[in-house]
């Protein structure tokens, strides 16, 4: 299936959306404005091409050639909040704003509160979260009231000291006032924002919590998680998405730890989603208009995407987007209305290079893009995701007509009975595969029965490659006078260990000569070779006139590694192709084969899969 890597830089904005204006926005540019920033360096996005999206023309660092993927996408939503930005890259579109309360909550509603939690409330209008503090923290400490407070996005906060509300009480009542705003009192967030410290010296500690609502419908990660896949939750995505469609998740306690906690799941062997979100950008220097602060936080993600892309699978994607802008320079300390980027990369067999997706509208292409890349069905439009997929303009995509026509259909047990391959046969025809690959004693019937409907393949010196040269010869020429079109023969091992490559290249000469023009290839055991007995035989079999060079029978200690591939498929000398067997368990198996450079796959389980 694979796996998306995707980060979201919490209101690293590209410049103001067509209707910036009537958020107040007009003139923001997150970005822009952190360029200006002392020691601002982000020269691994740039490199990926982050300066080459729309609207970045009048930048000098603009530069000529980019080695990513990069698009830039104006949000759908009414709004520029955190939740409904992350719900949109989700593929959850907020056709109404959430309700904001710029002049404070009212009555009914703080008389609620004050009853739910039992404590009093003050302060109870729009407020700097820092600032809120230094001016309440003194009577709050004082008189145990709650600190209630609001801002231009849709939110609820409620401060309080460790030491006046302990840590799970503050917890409890945020989970009551959760409760309590619904409807029109529906804020997207009730946050609790716990501090320390001692008058005037206050400071906001790490356990900050979200409570949101849920999303209205199914998103990306129920989708993901649905289908049997994993959605790992780093950082406040779990809070954002009420914990719907999310299988495993991890706090963190700034960027850094967002990156080192996602690097850590990295290192899990799943298939399926890894969701981050960094939230300094936004709630450390963008909400303090700290340009300076802004910068160096960018300069400091950037120098750890090297550690991201050095550990990504091979059929691993990264992705790294925002969520809305907060414009450090201008004079609001809100969110502002603008486009986020869309930055991606992977292994250059996967991901195509230098590709700019130009402008979108909708967040939504985000989700619709990775259910694709991850083969996850799902609903489209305004009852499902509400986005359009760029799958192929991003990655190097099969359709599987494609796989099937690199596919050696195989069936290989020494108990396989005609009526068996007869079915092997049948499937091959119907689904259009490069060959069958059957034992010797079956090509006979086999051919009679297809009748040219599809191509032969046979196994020589199957499965140990011990028969001698004379035998091989002669078993070749008995295949291929009954009809067999192409030749898979196993060299012998124990002559490559001992060095003797005259005798491999007169084997495999001789066989080639028995072939008479027919496609020749010859399997070499990758899993009992080093790396340098892979490209020695990466060159004797070019020299000796074959076709392909194959990884395994299947019947050895294992079958293909893309690793083994990658490395037949760099040294293969010109002219000399690469065939991938034994292991090849599944259609996302055999993309990822094909997407480094394989030619061929012999696997009995492929089609089984598209049958299903």
């Known amino acids: 299936m694979g796996r998306v890597i995707l980060i979201v830089m919490d209101s690293v904005g590209i410049g103001q959306m067509p209707d910036a204006a009537q958020y107040n926005d007009e003139g923001s540019n997150t970005l822009r404005a952190a360029s200006k920033g002392e020691n601002f360096n982000i020269s691994n996005m740039k490199r990926l091409g982050i300066f080459n999206a729309d609207g970045m023309e009048d930048w000098t660092v603009k530069p000529d050639s980019f080695e990513g993927v990069i698009g830039r996408l104006a949000e759908k939503s009414k709004g520029k909040d955190t939740t409904t930005g992350h719900w949109e890259i989700a593929g959850v579109v907020s056709k109404e704003p959430m309700p904001t309360f710029p002049d404070g909550f009212d009555d009914e509603l703080i008389k609620q509160l004050k009853e739910a939690s039992g404590r009093d409330i003050i302060c109870n209008k729009p407020y700097s979260g820092t600032q809120v503090i230094k001016d309440y923290g003194k009577e709050h400490e004082q008189t145990g009231a709650l600190i209630v407070y609001t801002s231009a996005d849709s939110v609820l906060q409620i401060a309080a000291h460790n030491d006046v509300v302990p840590l799970e009480e503050l917890y409890d009542i945020c989970e009551k006032a959760r409760k309590i705003c619904t409807g029109k009192w529906g804020v997207g967030r009730i946050i609790a924002r716990p501090f320390t410290g001692k008058y005037p010296d206050y400071t906001r500690t790490a356990d900050r919590h979200d409570y949101s609502l849920k999303p209205p419908k199914k998103t990306m990660l129920d989708y993901i998680s649905d289908a049997g896949l994993k959605v790992k939750a780093v950082g406040k995505i779990n809070d954002i998405f009420a914990g719907a469609g999310i299988t495993d998740k991890v706090r963190t306690t700034g960027n850094m730890d967002g990156v080192d906690k996602t690097l850590e799941y990295m290192k899990e062997d799943f298939d399926g989603l890894i969701f981050t979100n960094l939230v300094d950008f936004d709630m450390l220097y963008g909400h303090r208009n700290d340009v300076n602060g802004y910068a160096n936080a960018l300069t400091e993600f950037d120098k750890r995407i090297p550690e991201l892309i050095d550990a990504l699978r091979d059929d691993d994607i990264l992705m790294i987007t925002a969520d809305h802008g907060c414009d450090p320079s201008t004079p609001s300390t809100d969110h502002s209305r603008e486009y986020i980027p869309w930055l991606i990369t992977g292994k250059k067999e996967v991901v195509k290079g230098g590709v700019n997706l130009g402008t979108d509208i909708g967040f939504g292409n985000i989700a619709a893009t990775i259910l694709d890349y991850l083969e996850v069905d799902y609903e489209k439009g305004e009852d499902g995701i509400e ?52 034992s010797p004693c079956r090509v006979k019937e086999a051919k009679e029965y297809t009748q040219g409907k599809i191509k032969i393949c046979t196994v020589i010196g199957f499965p140990s490659g011990c028969e001698t040269t004379a035998v091989k010869a002669f078993e070749t020429a008995d295949a291929v006078n009954n009809g067999a ?61 074959a076709d392909y060079i194959k990884t395994s029978t299947g019947f050895s200690t294992h079958g293909a590694t893309l690793e083994d591939v990658r490395l037949m498929v760099e040294n293969a000398p010109k002219g000399l192709l ?35």
């Open 387 to 438: 986005g359009t997929s760029r799958i192929d303009d991003i990655v190097n995509m099969f359709t599987m007509q494609e796989v099937c026509s690199h596919v050696d259909h195989t069936i290989l047990a020494v108990n396989a009975t005609w009526e068996q391959v007869k079915q092997v046969c049948d499937d091959a025809i119907k689904y259009g595969t490069a060959s069958i690959c059957i």
């Open 485 to 545: 079109d192409e030749i898979d023969m196993v060299i012998n091992i124990g002559y490559l260990k001992e060095k003797r490559y005259d005798l491999v290249l007169e084997e495999i000469r001789q066989v080639r000569e028995a072939c008479k023009g027919r496609i020749l290839k010859v399997i070499i055991e990758t899993c009992l070779l080093t790396g340098d007995e892979i490209v020695k035989m990466c060159n004797i079999v070019a020299q000796a006139g």
């Open 578 to 612: 690469v065939k991938a067997a034994g292991g090849i368990g599944s259609i996302a198996d055999a993309k990822a084969f094909l997407r480094i450079g394989a030619d061929r796959l012999g696997t009995s389980r492929v089609i089984a899969a598209i049958k299903k």
